[in-house]
Every structure is written in structure tokens, then in C-alpha cells.
């Protein structure tokens, strides 16, 4: 059984859909674009593709291949396996994608997917050029240790991509509800672009939504709410390598301002705005705030 | 690197060249003006605590800056494409320059070195920098 480069083959669809998108936004006002936001979008998407090649392709096969040979089971290359592959694979996403969202030393990496203030399927294309080795070694070898080939295993998570390339839009408004109740969809994940506080930290599913709803990270899009995109502190910026090394260059800049080993943890295990003198806004912060100022606002006709 | 990958790459080059030249031609290279509305009503979501005193505009609707109610912060608003930033500074690490009829507020941020608000005019522009360095009314 022999696995495709799923993405490269993809890459077609993604131009004609982003063309057809773009039409559709002009014809009917739904959604935005600006040329400047899209522009910066693909170009993170093409220097994704282009980053692994300076090294870190070579070193996660020598590691997959390495730890394939010690593998816990001998998984066959069949079409049963690629679906339990998928599924964990999957399973594997959520919590990736979780910590990338909850520790600052994979936010840096991530962030780049949620700097843009726009959300269209050029976003979907918005990537990092960074932390793809770390990732690739701290998530993904445990599969390969289970039995998974490390072939197998990336054309499970090339189809999750792809999955979710469609994800990126507000053309849709809602899927049938048996299906939103399964997979992630445009709704479930403008959610989890969106900076209004009570949106903050949920839905962080690849293509199952179940995995939000076990571990309590599901939030449905509230029509009264409508979502604003992007990061609590926007960039700049459009510049690809401003967008790729932001937070790399702050995270660093803390790093060198630290004054114990406590300040090193939290700066890089932390949430993403931790700082020794809490004068720094995390999430959980921000959303204690958005909870007193509406708490104040209900009863504010009472006083 | 193999002559497919070249190609590949060199086809995606070419889809993001058509996309792009696609958006501009359509009229998605937009530029946001910052309105006093605007700029409250972004700040107001960006840092819902933040008590303005009234928004300095600038003149080419490119930034505005206000003193918070207490006087100890100040308010940036500016322009990034169809959309704005903001950014929330404590007045005290504040570095301001003024430049003729401009105020200079350096960020030293690696995706922003500056925010320049260009005051009405030079009377203004004067009035507002005494402000915010906390010499003036």
C-alpha cells in the first residue's frame, strides 16, 4: 500500500476554491478580503511547505525510522489501519493543537495561524515555518512507537489538513445538525479563531468535534455574537517573516528578562501572556474580565 | 532538490500570484480610515476597561491616541490594511517623540517600530505631546 503527498495533490483544489470564494465574496458581500491579508496568508502557506526541507524532514524520518523499530505492534498497511490511524491521529490533533494553544513555547509556532484578522480560505493556508521538528517529534512519535508506519501516519494527518482547509470560511453558516455534531465545521471553527472573550481557548478539533466535547472545549457560535478574528495583541504587519518570528522574538526578549528558573517555566510552559508580575493579560484573565463586565452590566438598571 | 519539487513549488508560486492579482482587481486592497467611532469601538472591544478622555484623531485617519481617564495610560489605534490594531501602554514606559505636526509613540515591537499620529495641527500637535508626557492640561 502506497500513500500519496495528499497536500501536494490538494494544492489545485485549494487555489480554485480560494478563486471561487473570492467571486463569491464579491458577488454577494459575504465574508472579507483584503489583498494584503491574503497575500501574507499564502505566502506562510508556500513557506510552509518549503521550511521542512531545511532539516527537519531528513531528522523526523531518521527518528520515525528509528522508533518504527521498536514498535509495540505490528500494524498492517490496510485500509482499516488508515482509518484507526486517521481516528488517533486525530485524537493526537486535539491535544497538539490544545497545548499549542495553552503552553507559549508551541503558541509561538501557532500563533502564526491566527494572526491574520481575516477568515477566509486563505487563513486555512496561513502556517507556520517553525516548530514543525518539535511537534513532529513530541507528538507524532508516539504513534509510530504503537505500530503505525510513519507513511501511514502522515497521510492520516495530510487528509486532516486538507479536511480542514474548508473549515476556513464564512460563507457557510451552519451544517446539518447531526453533522455539526460530529465534525468540526465552519462554525465550530470561526469559535476557535475568534478573540471575543467568551470564544477564548475552545474548539480545537482537527475533524472530530467529539474530542471538544469530552474534554469540555466545546463553545457554539452564538449568533448574537458575531466573531472578531485574529490575536489579543494584533500584529503590524503583513510581513511574512514579521508574521513567522513575532512571537519568537518576544518570547526571547522575556527569556532574556527573566530572573530565575521559575520566570523560564512560566515563560515558556505557561499560558500565552504569563509574566512573573501577572501585569500581563492570559486568557483566563481576559475572560474573568469579560465575566465582571457583564456581571456589571446586569446590574447596572438595579443601582 | 528534485526537478518535481521545483516545479511544484513554482506552480504554487504561481497560484499565489493569481490569487493575489485576483483580490486586488476585485477591490480587496482596502485601506481602513480611523473615525473617532472607530477607534472607540475597537478599542472599546480590544481593552473593554480602558476609560478614554476623548481621541486624538490623526489627520490622515491613519492612528489616533487617548489618555485614559486616569491619566496613567494611553490608547493607540491604528490602521493595518481594512482593519486596525490597537495597543494599551502605561504612560510612564511611554517613548514619545514629536515630529513637527506628528507623534512619534516607539513600540519597539518586532511587527511595529512606531505609531506616528499626525496631529491636526501644529497647536495641537504641541497641546497633546505636553499632555502625555504629563506637563501640560
Same mark, same amino acid.
Given at each position: 500500500m502506497t500513500f500519496p503527498d495528499i497536500v501536494t495533490l490538494a494544492v489545485p483544489l485549494f487555489i480554485l476554491s480560494i478563486l471561487a470564494e473570492l467571486a463569491a465574496w464579491k458577488a454577494t458581500g459575504r465574508g472579507r478580503y483584503e489583498t494584503r491579508d491574503a497575500a501574507a496568508s499564502l505566502l506562510m502557506g508556500l513557506g510552509n511547505q518549503i521550511a521542512p526541507l531545511l532539516g527537519a524532514k531528513v531528522l523526523l524520518a531518521a527518528l520515525w525510522t528509528s522508533v518504527y523499530q521498536f514498535r509495540l505492534f505490528d500494524i498492517p498497511n490496510t485500509w482499516w489501519a488508515v *482509518?484507526?490511524?486517521?481516528?488517533?491521529?486525530?485524537?493526537?490533533?486535539? =491535544?497538539?493543537?490544545?497545548?499549542?494553544?495553552?503552553?507559549? *513555547?508551541? =503558541?509561538?509556532?501557532?500563533?502564526?495561524?491566527? /494572526? /491574520?484578522?481575516?477568515?477566509?480560505?486563505?487563513?486555512?493556508?496561513?502556517?507556520? =515555518?517553525? #516548530? #514543525?521538528?518539535?511537534? #513532529?517529534? *513530541?507528538?507524532?512519535t508516539p504513534l509510530v512507537f504503537i505500530g503505525f508506519h510513519p507513511a501511514m501516519i502522515v497521510f492520516a494527518f495530510g487528509i486532516n489538513l486538507v479536511y480542514q482547509f474548508w473549515i476556513h470560511t464564512e460563507m457557510i453558516d451552519k451544517m446539518p445538525r447531526w453533522f455539526e455534531w460530529l465534525f468540526n465545521t465552519p462554525s465550530h471553527h470561526r469559535v476557535h479563531h475568534a478573540t471575543n472573550p467568551r470564544y477564548l481557548d475552545a474548539n480545537y478539533a482537527g475533524v472530530f468535534m467529539i474530542w471538544d466535547r469530552m474534554f469540555g472545549s466545546f463553545v457554539p457560535e452564538d449568533e448574537a455574537e458575531k466573531p472578531r478574528y485574529g490575536i489579543i495583541k494584533n500584529l503590524g504587519s503583513f510581513n511574512p517573516f514579521v508574521i513567522a518570528f513575532n512571537e519568537w522574538i518576544n518570547l526571547g526578549k522575556d527569556l532574556l528578562s527573566a530572573r530565575s528558573v521559575k520566570d523560564v517555566i512560566g515563560y515558556t510552559l505557561g499560558p500565552p501572556g504569563w509574566s512573573p508580575d501577572g501585569s500581563r493579560l492570559t486568557s483566563a484573565r481576559l475572560k474573568e474580565r469579560w465575566a465582571k463586565a457583564q456581571a456589571d452590566k446586569a446590574l447596572a438598571p438595579a443601582e | 532538490m528534485t526537478t518535481g519539487l521545483l516545479i511544484e513549488l513554482g506552480l504554487s508560486l504561481a497560484g499565489v500570484a493569481v490569487i493575489v492579482a485576483a483580490t486586488y482587481f476585485l477591490g480587496a486592497w482596502r485601506t481602513a480610515r480611523v473615525t473617532p467611532e472607530a477607534a472607540a469601538e475597537r478599542f472599546g472591544f480590544d481593552e473593554p476597561d480602558f476609560e478614554a478622555r476623548g481621541w486624538m484623531i490623526g489627520k490622515d485617519a491613519k492612528a489616533a491616541v487617548a489618555l485614559s481617564r486616569d491619566g496613567a495610560e494611553i490608547g493607540l489605534v491604528f490602521v493595518l490594511g481594512d482593519d486596525f490594531a490597537t495597543r494599551r501602554l502605561k504612560r510612564s514606559a511611554m517613548r514619545l517623540e514629536r515630529d513637527a505636526d506628528a507623534l512619534l509613540f516607539l513600540l519597539n515591537e518586532p511587527s511595529r517600530r512606531a505609531v506616528r499620529v499626525v496631529a491636526p495641527d501644529a497647536a495641537a500637535a504641541e497641546q497633546w505631546f505636553l499632555r502625555l508626557r504629563g506637563e501640560g492640561v
Open positions: *482509518l484507526v490511524c486517521f481516528v488517533v491521529d486525530d485524537f493526537r490533533y486535539y =491535544w497538539l493543537h490544545r497545548i499549542a494553544h495553552e503552553r507559549r *513555547l508551541f =503558541w509561538a509556532t501557532h500563533v502564526v495561524h491566527h /494572526s /491574520s484578522q481575516h477568515y477566509n480560505l486563505t487563513t486555512a493556508l496561513r502556517q507556520t =515555518w517553525t #516548530g #514543525g521538528l518539535l511537534n #513532529g517529534a *513530541l507528538f507524532t | -
